[in-house]
């Protein structure tokens, strides 16, 4: 930027509601031309909108990182510190909230700026008046203005977030705080805004209008509202006084305290601050603070963080010695290592990137890269990587990001589905390309492109703007405390192995898988606040468990099929999915289990999709006949009287009593039956079904759907392996029926086993053999002779006389009853019988006792 020996340089340096920003603009609009730095985007903005009103839009420009309005004609330029230009002809320049040259993570840009900007006619150093010595001496001719704030700023002690005035804003020092406290608030004061520094100016704007609008008197907010965010607030709570500053947890120095508790009254409305809870303990002001506070007495800063803001480029050895120089000046310390500092260095090992950089371009383009925002909070390592991407691409060819890439990107952001950190880290994504969008030179179509970012910023700002109002503000919540003022998002949460949750060291609960459940034995007035700390922090477990199921193998899911529960499908031991009713029998629905309902929804969606290609790697497994009969009964290539067949018999699970299939089997030709047969299917003379779906995984899985489809608990199944069981209670009957079983009397045998042994007594008769109850093969099966019978019948079979003396005192023939002297043999059924049901002719076979005498027409036919 321009330096101007002459021009005159004055600091307007005091409190917060001193109205500096104000007059600030007042001058710059007062010059024919002007510049302003501020330290937040949102900042920025606000002003940009208030010199819209006064000069109207095509003189005014916004640029920030992510951000660029600047029309042609444009002669006022609103910017964030890091995005004011380094050059250039500007009658008036400002940088506001100076003071922040103290801060080690961006100070070194402000004392930049404090050095460096000048304007042609006036500048102006906007900040606390604790830096007034420091600037004296960096800049011995400036002239310093002191403002005395409008109104005054008093304490009033410490409330329960019951008793806050309206038109107060509660200060937290983390998203988890910011969400603990709102929800307390809409609980009790039916709703709260919400606005943080990481929010997109539509967002935070549709936020503060509710506040403004009065449809809720409360905003919860960072620490952003003490970088000049102009706010109708009476009332400053501080929820807390620690804050992490990005490498310790430490308390708010009392300048601090004051930028924040300053927001407390506009122009000449009296303000007030104080605490959340007790007047004890980390949260509570000590008196020197309060003190401090109300007359605007602070320490003053000694030194402010210097980086050299004029490094050499013309070789990379040369760039990275002046960014690591050390200030000349006593009032100027060096700063810590910036991220964009730390991805340079990381880079300056590569090979390729040494190789590269030659002359001031490449060097120049790798600093700029290196620049790119870690919007995401990612770090130097991993942010390093996207930046090293992003060079290579600015290195090599065109040197521009390739368009399709840089879509791709934008791509996978494009969602409006999820919860609020998930929609937050979407729009810190979007800022990443949005900045990259606004290099010129980095893209082919820099203007395409960057309309394509901010209407997804918007997108998703809309979203998330409606997901914090439904959350804050129209949702019911069941958060109560026992203690309104006692903030429960500090207590410490913790799950031990062997799943159970403490809080403050108080043991609330158990997390079964996804499923928190609170112990009984909690004193019932403590219960609802520990339940809500458990939930809050809990929430990051749960999504950590939710990615680990989407990244398990096959092997760690399971079929749930337990008798008398519901099927459904468990990940471990976690039950995490129930099997519903769906389109069709192979196709039911899969709802997650209500514990995994927390869960964002883009989490569930993926929770889903894993579970349903479980599920069809399942179906492959265990049910490929019953796939394929599906299959074939919509296969336009197959004739309709054996799609009629399939489509039957997949609807039954894949098998099914011969006579449910009589009417269909009796329009097949003997071309159409070897279809079926040589798809798999056994046309018995009892059943119809595919062997390998007998197995014992095919069987439960046919079970599991079959209850699905009904909406009933799964049935028991018989053991794998058995062949013969007891009949047992209804229940277990209907249950053994899906497995593959046919029920005879007391006892139930495989179908398989039942058609082999209609195959055993035809063959048998046929040679003139005896084919009886005492026959090994019966008798090695273990079929008791009530069962033998009733299976012989049922497939077709009668009883004859027996020639033989001796024989038990039983015997049948035809439908007369037997004398007891009169033993009979089988005979087979009549000819003219169509099924098993009705008697099919036979050969009569030779006396014996007891014998069936059956057909080898029934079942050469039927077989």
């Known amino acids: 930027m321009a330096s101007f020996a002459r021009s005159p340089v004055t600091a307007v340096l005091g409190p917060t509601n001193t109205g500096k920003t104000h007059l600030a603009v007042e001058r710059m609009c007062g010059h024919s031309s002007g510049m302003m730095g501020f330290p937040l985007r949102l900042l920025a903005r606000e002003v940009y909108e208030r010199v819209v009103a006064i000069k109207g839009a095509n003189q005014v420009a916004l640029i920030t990182g992510e951000e660029k309005i600047v029309p042609p004609g444009a002669r006022y330029f609103l910017c964030t510190a890091e995005s004011m230009p380094v050059s250039g002809d500007y009658a008036f320049v400002a940088l506001d909230e100076a003071q922040l040259g103290a801060d080690p993570e961006r100070g070194h840009i402000f004392t930049d700026r404090l050095l460096r900007a000048r304007?042609?006619?006036?500048?102006?150093?906007?900040?606390?008046?604790?830096i007034s010595r420091v600037v004296k001496a960096l800049v011995p001719d400036i002239e310093i203005i002191g403002r005395p704030r409008f109104s005054t700023l008093s304490y009033a002690g410490a409330k329960k977030l019951s008793r806050l005035p309206k038109r107060s804003a509660i200060v937290a020092f983390s998203a988890e705080e910011v969400y603990a406290v709102a929800e307390m608030l809409r609980r009790f004061r039916g709703g709260a805004a919400v606005v943080m520094g990481a929010l997109s100016p539509r967002?935070?704007?549709?936020?503060?209008?509710?506040?403004?609008?009065?449809?809720?008197d409360y905003l919860v907010a960072t620490d952003a509202i003490g970088m000049g965010l102009n706010l109708d607030v009476a009332h400053v709570a501080f929820a807390s006084l620690r804050k992490y500053d990005g490498r310790r947890t430490r308390r708010l120095t009392v300048s601090e305290m004051a930028q924040i508790a300053g927001r407390a009254g506009r122009h000449h409305k009296d303000g007030s601050f104080g605490s959340l809870g007790g007047e004890d303990g980390d949260a509570a002001f000590t008196p020197q603070e309060i003190e401090a506070i109300e007359a605007h007495r602070f320490p003053p800063v000694e030194q402010l963080f210097w980086r050299s803001g004029t490094p050499r480029t013309d070789r990379l050895d040369h760039l990275l010695f002046d960014l690591e120089q050390k200030p000349e000046r006593p009032e100027l310390r060096a700063a810590p290592e910036a991220v964009d500092l730390a991805v340079l260095r990381r880079m300056a090992d590569d090979p390729l990137v040494i190789e590269r950089t030659k002359g001031n371009r490449q060097v120049e383009r790798l600093w700029a890269a290196c620049g790119l925002p870690d919007f995401q909070k990612l770090g130097a390592e991993h942010h390093g990587r996207i930046v090293g991407r992003i060079w290579r691409f600015l290195s090599e060819g065109t040197g521009h990001i390739p368009r399709d890439w840089f879509a791709q990107n934008l791509a996978r952001l494009d969602s409006v589905q999820g919860d609020i950190d998930t929609l937050s880290g979407r729009i810190a994504g979007a800022r990443t390309w949005s900045y990259i969008a606004h290099r010129a030179d980095w893209l082919a179509h820099p203007a395409e492109m960057a309309e394509r970012t901010r209407a997804l910023e918007e997108k998703l700002s809309d979203a998330l703007h409606a997901a914090l109002t439904q959350r804050f503000v129209d949702r019911r919540t069941t958060v109560l405390l026992r203690d309104i003022g006692q903030n429960a998002s500090n207590l410490p949460v913790t799950v031990e192995q062997d799943g159970a949750v403490c809080v403050d060291g108080e043991t609330i609960g158990r997390l079964d898988g996804f499923r928190f459940s609170v112990d009984p034995a909690t004193r019932h007035q403590d219960r609802k606040m520990l339940l809500a700390a458990a939930e809050r922090r809990l929430g990051k477990v749960l999504r950590v468990k939710a990615d680990e199921l989407v990244a398990a193998a096959d092997a760690d899911f399971a079929l749930l099929d337990e008798a008398g529960q519901a099927p459904g499908i468990a990940w471990g031991?976690?039950?995490?999915?129930?099997?519903?009713?769906?389109?069709?029998?192979?196709?039911?629905?899969i709802r997650l289990d209500r514990a995994l309902l927390s869960l964002g929804q883009d989490?569930?969606?993926?929770?889903?999709?894993?579970?349903?290609?479980?599920?069809?790697?399942?179906?492959?497994?265990?049910?490929?006949?019953?796939?394929?009969?599906?299959?074939?009964?919509?296969?336009?290539?197959?004739?309709?009287?054996?799609?009629?067949?399939?489509?039957?018999?997949?609807?039954?699970?894949?098998?099914?009593?011969r006579t449910d299939l009589d009417s269909a089997l009796g329009h097949l030709d003997k071309e159409q039956r070897h279809l079926l047969r040589k798809a798999g299917i056994d046309i018995g003379v009892l059943d119809i079904y595919h062997p390998g779906l007998l197995k014992p995984g095919a069987a439960r899985w046919?079970?599991?759907?079959?209850?699905?489809?009904?909406?009933?608990?799964?049935?028991?199944?018989?053991?794998?392996?058995?062949?013969?069981?007891?009949?047992?209670?209804?229940?277990?009957?209907?249950?053994?029926?899906?497995?593959?079983?046919?029920?005879?009397?007391?006892?139930?045998?495989?179908?398989?086993?039942?058609?082999?042994?209609?195959?055993?007594?035809?063959?048998?008769?046929?040679?003139?053999?005896?084919?009886?109850?005492t026959s090994p093969q019966i008798v090695s099966l273990g079929l008791l002779e009530p069962a033998f019978l009733q299976l012989m019948r049922l497939a077709g079979f009668r009883p004859v006389e027996a020639a033989a003396e001796g024989g038990p005192n039983w015997a049948f023939k035809g439908r007369q009853k037997a004398r007891p002297d009169r033993?009979?043999?089988?005979?087979?059924?009549?000819?003219?019988?169509?099924s098993p049901r009705a008697a099919a002719p036979s050969a009569a076979a030779p006396a014996t006792s007891n014998a069936f005498a059956g057909l080898a027409e029934l079942l050469g036919r039927n077989g």
Not at 119 to 130: K, N, Q, V, Y
Not at 605 to 627: C, D, G, N, S, Y
């Open 119 to 130: 304007g042609r006619e006036e500048t102006m150093i906007l900040g606390s008046a604790s």
């Open 823 to 834: 033993p009979q043999q089988a005979r087979g059924p009549k000819r003219d019988a169509p």
């Open 702 to 773: 046919r079970s599991a759907l079959l209850a699905a489809r009904i909406a009933k608990p799964c049935l028991p199944l018989p053991q794998p392996g058995l062949t013969l069981i007891p009949a047992g209670e209804k229940p277990a009957q209907m249950g053994a029926r899906i497995a593959g079983f046919r029920g005879f009397g007391e006892q139930m045998l495989r179908i398989d086993m039942a058609e082999r042994m209609a195959r055993t007594a035809h063959e048998a008769i046929a040679k003139g053999e005896a084919f009886t109850p």
């Open 573 to 589: 031991e976690t039950p995490v999915a129930a099997l519903l009713t769906g389109a069709g029998l192979l196709a039911p629905e």
């Open 203 to 216: 967002t935070r704007n549709a936020q503060v209008q509710m506040f403004l609008n009065g449809e809720v």
């Open 603 to 657: 989490v569930q969606k993926q929770v889903i999709t894993r579970l349903a290609a479980w599920f069809e790697a399942q179906k492959q497994k265990h049910l490929l006949p019953l796939v394929k009969m599906a299959e074939s009964a919509a296969d336009p290539a197959v004739p309709p009287v054996v799609r009629a067949v399939f489509a039957q018999l997949a609807d039954a699970g894949g098998l099914i009593a």
